[in-house]
């Protein structure tokens, strides 16, 4: 499951939305976002380019099995 996180591009830079996977910390361009952005300024964000990228090659790409102990059938 992925999800949208708005942040800032990279440290200082403009504010947008990454993708961001429900379980790790880092975005799919690798920014960490280390803090919460208030939502008015949220809605006026464009889109990472780098994250959407990403995810759409995710979307398109067959699933990925990432359970190295469920290998065998
Ligand atoms: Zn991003």
């Known amino acids: 499951m ?6 800032v591009e990279r440290h200082g830079g403009a504010l947008v939305w990454h993708v961001m996977a429900k379980n790790t910390a880092v975005t799919l361009c690798g920014t960490r976002l280390d803090r919460q952005v208030d939502g008015v300024n949220a809605q006026r964000a ?28």
């Open 2 to 7: 992925y999800e949208m996180c708005a942040g």
């Open 46 to 73: 464009g889109h990472c380019s780098t994250c959407m990228a990403l995810f759409g090659k995710l979307m398109t790409a067959p699933p990925v099995v990432s359970a190295p102990a469920a290998t065998d059938h």
